[in-house]
């Protein structure tokens, strides 16, 4: 394919010619890497517990390989986390999931909860978090999660939520 002019005027009564594929390509050149991570917008997507089976995610940009998420300035997005087992240990991920849809099917791209496997220990419920599906959907891969947060639950309380995205772009050098 050749060049493709992606800034110019389209007549309503045309076919467009941007797509997510260009936005996403330009944000991994603004961001750098594969443009995988958190934004420097609003609260930075602030992680709060709010009770043993939510966390609450504040205003902010997630970008997952180019693609971006976003919770709206001045508005939050709960997560639903599932319970824990007594004496037991886990560790869920919150994650960007994307997935291509292609033809008439539209693309999705929201937050969601990759629940671990519950341990007798901490050490065994960090090696039973879940896998993420990780295909690369610059190269017509139909699924992308990337961690945001590691969630920890002890018994049947939230102990404690982890970033575990990084923060993009120059703006935090």
């Given at each position: 394919?050749?060049?493709?002019?992606?800034?110019?005027?389209?007549?309503?009564?045309?076919?467009?010619?941007?797509?997510?594929?260009?936005?996403?390509?330009?944000?991994?050149?603004?961001?750098?890497?594969?443009?995988?991570?958190?934004?420097?917008?609003?609260?930075?997507?602030?992680?709060?517990?709010?009770?043993?089976?939510?966390?609450?995610?504040?205003?902010?940009?997630?970008?997952?390989m180019?693609?971006?998420?976003?919770?709206?300035?001045?508005?939050?997005?709960?997560?639903?986390?599932?319970?824990g087992?007594?004496?037991k240990?886990?560790?869920?991920?919150?994650?960007?999931?994307?997935?291509?849809?292609?033809?008439?099917?539209?693309?999705?791209?929201?937050?969601?909860?990759?629940?671990?496997?519950?341990?007798?220990?901490?050490?065994?419920?960090?090696?039973?978090?879940?896998?993420?599906?990780?295909?690369?959907?610059?190269?017509?891969?139909?699924?992308?999660?990337?961690?945001?947060?590691?969630?920890?639950?002890?018994?049947?309380?939230?102990?404690?939520?982890?970033?575990?995205?990084?923060?993009?772009?120059?703006?935090?050098?």
């Amino acid at each position: 394919m050749a060049s493709k002019a992606l800034t110019i005027y389209t007549p309503a009564s045309e076919e467009a010619h941007i797509y997510a594929e260009d936005d996403a390509q330009i944000y991994r050149a603004i961001f750098g890497g594969d443009g995988t991570g958190i934004a420097d917008a609003d609260d930075k997507l602030a992680a709060t517990i709010v009770d043993n089976n939510t966390v609450r995610l504040s205003s902010g940009v997630f970008f997952n390989m180019g693609y971006a998420l976003v919770v709206p300035f001045g508005e939050t997005v709960d997560i639903s986390i599932g319970s824990g087992t007594q004496g037991k240990y886990r560790v869920d991920q919150i994650v960007a999931d994307f997935t291509r849809g292609g033809g008439d099917t539209a693309d999705t791209h929201g937050f969601t909860v990759v629940e671990g496997t519950p341990a007798n220990d901490s050490a065994g419920a960090i090696a039973g978090k879940g896998t993420l599906t990780q295909s690369d959907i610059r190269a017509g891969g139909t699924r992308r999660q990337s961690a945001v947060y590691d969630v920890t639950i002890v018994g049947t309380e939230i102990t404690a939520v982890t970033r575990t995205a990084s923060y993009i772009g120059s703006f935090y050098a």
